[in-house]
């Protein structure tokens, strides 16, 4: 079973902050995504990064894939309180054949304060 | 275009009873999922499907039956609901495998009393 560890847990920060979130696991990932949850919604996908090393930004938002495919993380610049929500990552793995599964990280709860 | 659309949006059962929860989805997606999301447990993958008449089991299946007639819907259902199931189900679907996103559902929230 590949097992994703997401820290913190929680986060709750002033507006104008930063803060970054990680995503750890011993296993090596075809490609991890990065998702926003909002209260009473699914999930919405932010990015999928697929390169060891690569890094991807959205607006304030910077994602980095590690090089060795078992890390990422997620940093936030100068938070607002839009941001607030439930980060989850996601990794992609080769489970046989021509399958592929996505295994979620229990996701870290991110309150930005005004 | 509506997405993943799930229903019912809130459901209360009594232990024993059963229950179908509906997703279906209008992009032609061949992969479709069912999770649950438990407060500090994340999203568990209950059943999936890799297209139409194939399905096989996630990592918690116990207690859920699915099918998939049809590539647009994905109902699951609840044999005999037990408190433990008491959770936020997820339908999702995906285009391919490999890179591709999931679109999620907006959720059923069930309680089991």
């Known amino acids: 079973t590949q097992l994703l560890e997401q820290s913190p847990q929680f986060l709750s920060i002033q507006e104008g902050e930063n803060l970054t979130v990680y995503c750890n696991s011993s296993s090596v990932f075809s490609s991890l995504q990065w998702y926003r949850q909002e209260p009473g919604e699914g999930p919405v996908l932010l990015v999928t990064v697929v390169t060891g090393g690569e890094v991807k930004k959205l607006k304030r938002l910077t994602f980095q894939f590690g090089d060795a495919r078992k890390d990422s993380s997620l940093h936030i610049t100068a938070a607002q309180p839009g941001d607030t929500g439930l980060y989850l990552c996601?990794?992609?793995?080769?489970?046989?054949?021509?399958?592929?599964?996505?295994?979620f990280g229990k996701g870290t709860l991110l309150t930005v304060n005004p | 275009n509506a997405g993943v659309t799930q229903t019912p949006k809130f459901q209360v059962l009594k232990t024993g009873q059963s229950m179908t929860l509906q997703c279906a989805q209008d992009m032609n997606h061949e992969y479709m999922s069912w999770y649950r999301q438990d407060p500090g447990m994340g999203l568990r993958l209950i059943h999936y499907?890799?297209?139409?008449?194939?399905?096989d089991q996630g990592e918690v299946p116990n207690g859920y039956n699915v099918s998939r007639s049809t590539t647009e819907d994905f109902p699951l259902r609840l044999l005999s609901a037990a408190p433990s199931q008491t959770s936020v189900y997820f339908c999702?679907?995906?285009?391919?495998?490999?890179?591709?996103?999931?679109?999620f559902g907006p959720g059923t929230r069930l309680t089991v009393t």
């Open positions: 996601a990794g992609e793995f080769w489970s046989g054949g021509s399958n592929y599964k996505l295994t």
């Open positions: 999702a679907s995906r285009p391919g495998l490999a890179f591709y996103e999931q679109y």
């Open positions: 499907s890799v297209g139409a008449g194939i399905t």
